[in-house]
């Protein structure tokens, strides 16, 4: 059986996206705490009463651990996760919603430059910085965009390599 099938056999209700699955029981002994934390995500005039669309599973898991009755369960699905910010001009990581790394990007006439990539320290040697860099060419594979490495760390990644010759300015 699994946490999940064996949690609602104990009468847990089941919150989930793809990053966090989270339970409640029928009772919660300090209704509201939840609701100060994030009234987007918890919010009991609604139903159902939770969103987990609202907020990033770092900021859910945080509320939640906050929460003095402990009436709340959750599992992260995904604590690191690795998305594409183009309105930030940037690839960035997350563990459990805080970002731990990030690689930018200048746009330059028909050429997005790469400037920088860095992983905070507790992160560094996992292979943080390569998802971020291969991140951001996903991204301009699919716009039909070159990319200039001036980083360091993507020039080392990028120059040279077959795989990569496709999308080098």
Not at 36 to 48: E, L, S
Not at 149 to 158: F, N, T
């Given at each position: 059986?699994?946490?999940?099938e064996?949690?609602e056999?104990?009468?847990?209700?089941?919150?989930?996206n793809?990053?966090?699955?989270?339970?409640?029981?029928?009772?919660?002994?300090?209704?509201?705490?939840?609701?100060?934390?994030?009234?987007?995500?918890?919010?009991?005039?609604?139903r159902?009463?939770?969103?987990?669309?609202?907020?990033?599973a770092?900021?859910?898991?945080?509320?939640?651990?906050?929460?003095?009755?402990?009436?709340?369960?959750?599992e992260?699905l995904?604590?690191?996760?690795i998305?594409?910010?183009?309105?930030?001009?940037r690839?960035?990581?997350?563990?459990?919603?805080?970002?731990?790394?990030?690689?930018?990007?200048?746009?330059?006439?028909?050429?997005?430059v790469?400037?920088?990539?860095?992983?905070?320290?507790a992160?560094e040697?996992?292979g943080?910085?390569r998802?971020?860099?291969?991140?951001v060419?996903?991204?301009?594979?699919?716009?039909?965009?070159?990319?200039?490495?001036?980083?360091?760390?993507?020039?080392?990644?990028?120059?040279?390599?077959?795989?990569?010759?496709?999308v080098?300015?």
């Amino acid at each position: 059986m699994t946490k999940k099938e064996e949690l609602e056999a104990q009468g847990y209700k089941t919150y989930e996206n793809e990053d966090i699955q989270f339970w409640k029981p029928r009772l919660c002994e300090h209704v509201g705490e939840c609701a100060r934390g994030n009234y987007n995500v918890f919010n009991p005039q609604r139903r159902p009463w939770v969103d987990v669309s609202q907020a990033p599973a770092g900021e859910i898991a945080d509320i939640i651990d906050r929460c003095p009755s402990k009436a709340l369960l959750y599992e992260l699905l995904n604590p690191l996760s690795i998305v594409f910010e183009e309105e930030l001009d940037r690839s960035a990581a997350y563990d459990r919603g805080k970002l731990i790394g990030e690689c930018e990007f200048d746009i330059s006439g028909d050429k997005w430059v790469i400037t920088h990539t860095g992983v905070r320290e507790a992160y560094e040697g996992k292979g943080i910085a390569r998802k971020l860099v291969l991140k951001v060419i996903e991204a301009a594979r699919t716009k039909g965009v070159k990319i200039l490495p001036v980083c360091s760390y993507a020039k080392r990644l990028m120059i040279g390599k077959e795989e990569f010759q496709d999308v080098l300015k």
